[in-house]
């Protein structure tokens, strides 16, 4: 079997349960990989200020991977890459909000801006990633393709109600690149968990890509293979075959 190095995690629909929390079941199957010599990563498209307490937690000595790319760290105050949105980028971003009538968010260095607040001045701030969201797919699906035509921004989503838009060329496979150019592994040795569009790039970029139970179709149509539902701890099931290979099946009895 394949020697894995590095396994790296998506949260939001994969490692986090529907409160927000990692199951004890998830930590102790991490833990177990962590002793084992297979380290484990964060890949999120959060912004660093809502990852640290997972980082803590699991006790990540690697660097990780936030805003779907547009900051990698190596550790706390270690910064090894960042990419910007430009404030043109951001004013089209805000003008399809506007006229769409959509929720929107920003991932901002430095600085925290409520959902729906942008500052009048947006050249004066570092921009990471804007998101959109609605309830309507036709808007949605309508967004996506007018920032496809833009041309000048990278377009993905973490769920099937929203867009987040990153630097043009900027993933979580891009950001896992400079992570293992950092801790020099081969991204044949690396495996990636995920279940939105979002995690589609690191998930083809890695050696071996796993879609949880609840992602989207078109992320398990692209997974090498397939866990169980997050709800059901499905890293940790997944960690499990990592470690240890395929269960064994037994022959049913008659009883």
């Known amino acids: 079997m394949k020697r894995w190095r590095l396994v790296a995690l998506d ?20 833990k177990i990989a962590q002793q084992s010599g297979l380290e484990v990563t964060i890949a999120t498209g959060r912004p660093l200020r809502l990852t640290k307490t997972f980082l803590e937690l699991l006790d990540i000595k690697v660097p990780y ?6 900051e990698v760290w190596a550790g706390p105050g270690q910064l090894l890459e960042r990419h910007l949105i430009s404030a043109r980028d951001i004013e089209f971003d805000l003008q399809l909000a506007l006229q769409y009538g959509t929720h929107f968010w920003s991932s901002v260095v430095d600085h925290v801006f409520p959902p729906g607040c942008v500052p009048d001045h947006v050249e004066q701030y570092q921009w990471l990633k804007f998101g959109l969201k609605s309830e309507d797919p036709m808007i949605i699906r309508e967004i996506w393709n007018r920032l496809e035509d833009y041309g000048r921004l990278e377009v993905s989503s973490s769920d099937p109600s929203n867009i987040e838009v990153t630097p043009l060329g900027i993933t979580k496979a891009t950001g896992l690149r400079r992570v293992c150019q950092y801790m020099d592994i081969n991204p044949e040795h690396v495996v990636t968990i995920g279940d939105g569009l979002n995690d589609v790039a690191m998930m083809q970029w890695s050696g071996l890509g796993i879609a949880m139970g609840n992602a989207e179709e078109q992320v398990k149509e692209i997974a090498d293979r397939v866990t169980v539902h997050h709800t059901k701890h499905g890293v940790a099931e997944a960690i499990k075959i990592l470690l240890y290979g395929e269960p064994h099946k037994t022959e049913a009895t008659n009883e």
Do not use: R
Not at 65 to 70: E, F, I, L, T
């Open 11 to 30: 949260l939001d629909g994969t490692l986090l349960d529907h409160e927000g929390n990692i199951s004890n079941e998830n930590q102790k199957w991490i």
């Open 65 to 70: 991977v936030v805003a779907n790319g547009s």
